[in-house]
């Protein structure tokens, strides 16, 4: 009970400001000024995703096993990690160089990209100080880090949209709030451990990477696939239309931070039990229902409000309330895929959910090709609701078949 207070307590608060942050913003920028940070904040999940190679989910599968000594797991995984970041260091320089040497991206979008990147690197430090802190139990510190970053990227970016940097309030508060929350992910585990008694374990390196690799794949095609439709709007459209997209599409899955709460809750435990026994079954459907039920009363009541208060405090911003509804309609069928993910997951068979989060990765920019010309930022949400359908049973499906297979060998 009290690590569920403690997950529901801090992800509430630290999901309700990066909410607020998101719908206070167009109240001190410009449409045009939040599309560009629309573009920033994907190209940060994207670069957030390659840069945790998948660690940030090996280590709360593993961290727990080495809960007697984090000073051997820990660092080893760190040193992995700076090894990743220069990888994608040295390609993201590149794709900018080409970029503006072809004219395709300003001398600020340069800056901006750059300033998103810095912070990006330290965001993913402190979440896999996160990781191993739900792993290791460790209640308080992922409670103080994660509100204290979060209060602070709320302060620092807000406070620099009223002072009207526009774009640069949200690249420049963002790096901040990363600077400060590694600082205090560092002050921690230099508190409870003793860093001259780290060994280097290369096997450690070695395993984590080759389960972390498929991991990877799914995170950053699941990534590309939830944040590509705002570069084709961006393409096909204006881009005030991608300011419009990106805050109704916030509204929209704004609901997701309760599947968030109960996933955090039940993701350790889960992650505990050695393969798919029944009882890890029985956590996996628990999971799976009270998501479903849950986000669904909260989808109704949130439209609801969208649709009362949208048009009186953003005027700009109604012609997203479609695109709103549509997007929690494809967060209520989410609890289906968690479902085929978590079974796969303890199967060993997750090299299977990239191959599924691919094909409907396909399907939406395929959609996105035909939708958005024709219906603008609502086609973007409709191609976004078929494909997340079809990525829900092909899910459920490769769980089924690898669960039916893993029965016949025993």
């Known amino acids: 009970m009290r690590k569920l207070i403690t997950y529901a307590l801090s992800e509430g608060v630290a999901k309700g400001m990066n909410l607020a942050v998101l719908l206070i913003l167009p109240l001190f920028v410009t449409t045009s000024s ?31 096993r080495f809960k007697k000594a984090t000073y051997h797991f820990l660092p080893n995984i760190i040193f992995l ?8 260091l040295f390609i993201t320089a590149s794709i900018i160089i080409v970029l503006k040497q072809n004219s395709l991206m300003s001398t600020q979008e340069v800056y901006l990209y750059g300033l998103t990147f810095l912070s990006t690197f330290l965001l993913a430090m402190q979440e896999l100080y996160l990781a191993n802190s739900r792993a290791n139990s460790l209640h308080s510190d992922f409670l103080v880090v994660r509100i204290l970053f979060q209060s602070l990227k709320f302060i620092t970016i807000i406070s620099l949209s009223i002072l009207k940097l526009e774009e640069w309030s949200y690249p420049v508060g963002q790096l901040t709030a990363c600077f400060i929350g590694a600082l205090a992910c560092i002050f921690f585990y230099l508190k409870r451990e003793n860093i001259a008694n780290f060994r280097d374990r290369p096997l450690i390196r070695k395993h984590m990477f080759f389960f972390g690799f498929p991991f990877l794949l799914h995170s950053l095609i699941g990534i590309m696939y939830s944040v590509t439709d705002r ?3 961006r393409y096909y459209l204006e881009p005030s239309q991608v300011g419009i997209y990106s805050f109704s599409y916030t509204i929209g899955s704004s609901i997701f931070y309760i599947i968030n709460i109960l996933t955090l809750a039940y993701i350790s435990e889960i992650y505990r039990e050695k393969g798919l026994t029944i009882q890890a079954k029985t956590k996996i459907k628990s999971l ?6 849950s986000v669904s009363i909260a989808s109704a009541i949130a439209l609801s409000l969208a649709i009362k208060l949208v048009p009186s405090y953003y005027p700009k911003y109604t012609q997203g309330i479609p695109t709103i509804a549509l997007v929690m309609l494809a967060t209520c069928i989410h609890p289906i895929y968690l479902y085929g993910l978590f079974k796969l997951t303890l199967l060993k068979n ?9 094909f409907s990765f396909t399907l939406n920019i395929v959609l996105n090709m ?27 499906a490769a769980s089924h078949k690898a669960e039916a297979t893993h029965l016949k060998t025993f």
């Open 34 to 64: 939040f599309g560009k940070i629309s573009l920033l904040i994907a190209f940060e999940q994207i670069l957030l995703s390659l840069l945790l190679f998948g660690q940030n989910t090996a280590v709360l599968r593993f961290g727990y």
């Open 81 to 88: 990690y700076l090894s990743i970041s220069a990888t994608a």
């Open 231 to 233: 570069y084709m709007i």
């Open 288 to 293: 799976t229902i009270k998501s479903f039920y």
């Open 350 to 358: 997750s090299n299977l959910v990239p191959l599924a989060t691919f």
């Open 370 to 396: 035909f939708l958005i010309p024709l219906y603008g930022i609502t086609g973007a949400a409709i191609a976004t609701l078929v494909s997340d359908i079809c990525l829900c049973f092909a899910m459920v």
